[in-house]
């Protein structure tokens, strides 16, 4: 694993998935390549109770704060031993997303999830989501509620159709509980459809 994307938006939410993701580079030397994709706000009809829409110099001033957050994540990892690349990109999320993945050659995603606690997030899902049907890397999603302290990699479980085409994917599952000394447990349902 030569090249680790870490997805961020600087949330809370992001934290537990950022321990997996520098671990990970501890663990393999990776470069850590780190990407904000900035979503420009919507305008919006103005409305008095909302205050109105978002005028040009908020959206800079928005935009300049997250590229600052960017950078600054960028050498605290630095000083933590990793080698960091940042990236920025304005537009779609999970399609940047992909596309810095292609760019970079990515061989990993980590991004975190939240819970989805409301009945639209659930019917939506997530951007993380997203990504993960479309990668062409493996993706692992960390959700926020995720402990982090003492963080090891003890126990993998690989969920499997026991088909032909899983065996290149299980073959990267083997390779990473060796390279951690952690178990893995293959999970196959059998069902009707």
Same mark, same amino acid.
């Given at each position: 694993?030569?090249?680790?994307?870490?997805?961020?938006?600087?949330?809370? $939410?992001?934290?537990?998935? %950022?321990?997996?993701?520098?671990?990970?580079?501890? #663990?393999?030397?990776?470069? %850590?390549?780190?990407?904000?994709?900035?979503?420009?706000?919507?305008?919006?009809?103005?409305?008095? $109770?909302?205050?109105?829409?978002?005028?040009?110099?908020?959206?800079?001033?928005?935009?300049?704060?997250?590229?600052?957050?960017?950078?600054?994540?960028?050498?605290?990892?630095?000083?933590?031993?990793?080698?960091?690349?940042?990236?920025?990109?304005?537009?779609?999320?999970?399609?940047?997303?992909?596309?810095?993945?292609?760019?970079? #050659?990515?061989?990993?995603?980590?991004?975190?999830?939240?819970?989805?606690?409301?009945?639209?997030?659930?019917?939506?899902?997530?951007?993380?989501?997203?990504?993960?049907?479309?990668?062409?890397?493996?993706?692992?999603?960390?959700?926020?509620?995720?402990?982090?302290?003492?963080?090891?990699?003890?126990?993998?479980?690989?969920?499997?159709?026991?088909?032909?085409?899983?065996?290149?994917?299980?073959?990267?599952?083997?390779?990473?509980?060796?390279?951690?000394?952690?178990? %893995? #447990?293959?999970?196959?349902?059998?069902?009707?459809?």
């Amino acid at each position: 694993m030569k090249t680790i994307l870490f997805p961020t938006d600087f949330s809370q $939410s992001t934290t537990p998935a %950022l321990a997996w993701a520098k671990m990970l580079a501890h #663990q393999y030397n990776a470069t %850590l390549t780190l990407l904000h994709v900035y979503l420009p706000a919507l305008p919006i009809v103005p409305d008095p $109770s909302l205050g109105g829409s978002i005028s040009p110099e908020t959206e800079l001033e928005i935009e300049e704060i997250n590229r600052k957050l960017l950078d600054e994540l960028g050498n605290t990892l630095r000083e933590d031993g990793l080698t960091v690349q940042t990236n920025w990109q304005i537009g779609n999320v999970d399609e940047q997303i992909l596309n810095v993945a292609h760019d970079v #050659q990515a061989d990993l995603i980590v991004t975190g999830r939240r819970d989805l606690t409301s009945f639209f997030d659930r019917i939506t899902g997530t951007y993380a989501s997203d990504v993960a049907k479309k990668a062409t890397c493996p993706v692992l999603i960390v959700p926020d509620s995720v402990a982090t302290e003492s963080l090891q990699l003890k126990k993998i479980a690989y969920s499997t159709q026991l088909e032909e085409d899983d065996r290149a994917t299980l073959r990267s599952a083997l390779t990473l509980a060796n390279e951690f000394n952690a178990s %893995l #447990q293959l999970i196959h349902i059998n069902a009707d459809n």
